[in-house]
């Protein structure tokens, strides 16, 4: 991987985790005040209990003032009358002194009611306290918690601020500013490519590019999403094993076989195909990166197998078949449809090799690698 890639890489979890550490230091206030405001709640509570019992008080020292009135009443009518003259003035006060008598016994049956409450009141405040002095030492709590979990992330931001600075300087300048650039607008600037796509925009990519970027020759930037692309052999092999399909294995006695071979003549890599007919066979080489034919087609008595021997011994038999009138209408361009389906075989090829006990050796001709 390419040093930059690395530093890229680096400084999306630097940049990360900076950005987290600023939403939780930005919580705390917001924490904070929700907690104050369930000890509100609480709280109020309490007045309101407590404010009846005070309610209760007056309304008893009120029905008190009424009684010791009343009392006073009927003590100056019983005083009256012993002056009266007539049955009729007697019988009058006698009516006032029962009426108040009346209303006293009213008033006590009030204040015995106040009483019967009271002791409801009472338990009502004392619930309140309680839980208002839990609630309190748990929220004075979860606030120092709070306070020292932000005195930590503000520790840990000037430790991952230095570090990001420190990741940047190791960057290619106009590297950054594009990664910058592009992470500020869609949230990251570097992408894993796996399975030849952009794995943040999903375009495929072309074989050409596929490969620069898998042999971390040169920085490519995707065309669709301008992120940054890079190739991370570890993660593409968990993904084929996840997700891969099992490979067909090619017949071993078809009239036309695809191979790879990691070297040919000039060229790095190519792809060949040999074809029985008529007793003939022929071969043709297309260049893996471009997908061009190389040379001419050539022609020579017999099976392929014994007619072309050094091209099958080390190459990779892939699965493909195409009549030979339409290979022959594709002129000298691989189509895009067969150079994917090639490129998706290989890589399975591949995986089957790296995956299994032991990677097998170059076979010889007669049983070619990936056809046994
Ligand atoms: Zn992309």
């Not at 449809?337 to 032991?358: F, N, P, T, Y």
């Amino acid at each position: 991987m390419l040093p930059d890639i690395e530093n890229l890489l680096k400084l999306q979890v630097a940049d990360k985790e900076i950005r987290r550490l600023q939403d939780e230091i930005a919580e705390f206030p917001k924490h904070v005040f929700v907690i104050e405001q369930k000890l509100a709640g609480t709280k109020s509570q309490l007045e309101k209990a407590q404010a009846s019992v005070k309610a209760d008080e007056a309304n008893r020292r009120k029905f008190d003032t009424a009684i010791a009135d009343l009392r006073g009443k009927i003590t100056k009518y019983r005083d009256q009358s012993l002056d009266v003259k007539t049955n009729d003035q007697y019988k009058a006060l006698l009516h006032e002194i029962q009426f108040a008598e009346k209303e006293i016994a009213g008033n006590e049956d009030k204040i015995l009611e106040l009483m019967v409450n009271a002791d409801a009141r009472d338990k009502e405040v004392k619930a309140a306290q309680a839980e208002l002095k839990a609630e309190t030492a748990e929220i004075e709590k979860e606030k120092e918690q709070a306070r020292q979990r932000t005195a930590e992330d503000e520790k840990l931001l000037v430790e991952w601020r230095a570090k990001r600075d420190a990741i940047r300087t190791g960057i290619n300048e106009d590297l950054l500013r594009q990664f910058e650039r592009v992470s500020k607008f869609r949230g990251t600037g570097i992408s894993e490519v796996r399975d030849h796509k952009c794995m943040a925009c999903q375009v495929m990519l072309r074989p050409q590019t596929y490969n620069e970027i898998r042999s971390g020759q040169r920085i490519i930037i995707c065309d669709s999403c301008q992120r940054v692309l890079y190739f991370n052999a570890a993660d593409e092999l968990i993904d084929q094993k996840a997700a891969r399909p099992r490979r067909h294995h090619p017949k071993i006695d078809a009239p036309q076989a695809w191979y790879y071979r990691s070297e040919f003549g000039d060229i790095s890599e190519a792809y060949l195909v040999l074809t029985n007919a008529k007793g003939q066979a022929s071969r043709r080489v297309y260049d893996v990166h471009t997908g061009r034919l190389v040379g001419d087609i050539l022609i020579r008595e017999g099976d392929y197998r014994q007619a072309f021997p050094e091209d099958i011994t080390g190459a990779i038999r892939l699965n493909g078949s195409w009549p030979e009138s339409e290979v022959d209408s594709w002129g000298t361009e691989l189509p895009m449809v067969v150079i994917d389906a090639l490129q998706a075989d290989l890589d399975l090829s591949r995986h089957e090799s790296a995956s299994g006990s032991h990677v097998k050796p170059p076979a010889p001709p007669s049983t070619e690698q990936a056809a046994s």
